[in-house]
């Protein structure tokens, strides 16, 4: 990543259960802070309608992403049980870095941690809610099979297990609960409000 002798910006990492609700969460904070920016993961799934290219993700084949991260373009990435695969590309950071925009990466449990480690004063939080919410909320969705269904909750109970080892911990049973315990955590963490629009 780019390097620079000013104060580094905050660098946040979000993860959590899949199904707890971290998108929605993740969409209303930008929209509130606009000095926030997603960085935009790499995947090798196929797209879905309505997705488009370098805005929702970076659609590339598993053959694209076997040569990047062999030539050591990612920050982190995650192989998923059902196949696919996605990252975070190192060039996705620096361009964000540039704008002047404070990072806020959405990832998987494994590569939340391996990121804590690499960026130094990285800010983890990670979002849960109950196991019942998280199967009503996947099937409500209606984007995975059941099988998918099945092996996320089982993830879920895992990811549960590591909760302790992030920063912040923000449980999703109500989500305007969830949303100012979150924004309170920006607030806290990142630019004093006079400098922080918040919307």
């Not at 580094?8 to 259960?17: A, D, M, N, R, S």
């Not at 050591?72 to 990252?87: I, K, M, N, Y």
Request: net charge negative.
């Amino acid at each position: 990543m780019t390097s620079s002798t000013a104060k580094p910006l905050p660098f946040f990492v979000i993860t959590g259960q899949s199904g707890a609700g971290k998108g929605t969460l993740i969409e209303r904070l930008l929209a509130r802070f606009p000095q926030l920016e997603l960085a935009v993961s790499a995947t090798t799934r196929v797209r879905r309608p309505g997705e488009i290219d370098g805005v929702h993700y970076y659609f590339i084949t598993d053959e694209a992403f076997d040569r990047r991260l062999a030539e050591g373009d990612f920050l982190e990435h995650h192989a998923f049980p059902w196949g696919q695969r996605s990252g975070t590309l190192l060039s996705e950071i620096d361009r964000i870095s540039e704008r002047g925009k404070i990072c806020v990466l959405e990832l998987e449990t494994e590569g939340a941690l391996n990121v804590a480690e690499r960026v130094p004063g990285a800010v983890t939080i990670f979002i849960t809610a109950p196991i019942e919410e998280l199967k009503r909320r996947l099937v409500e969705r209606a984007t995975e099979s059941s099988g998918e269904i099945g092996e996320r909750l089982r993830v879920a109970h895992e990811q549960l297990d590591v909760a302790e080892r992030f920063d912040h911990v923000v449980e999703n049973d109500d989500l305007e609960h969830a949303m100012s315990k979150l924004s309170a955590l920006v607030r806290q963490i990142a630019v004093p409000a006079a400098t922080m629009p918040e919307r």
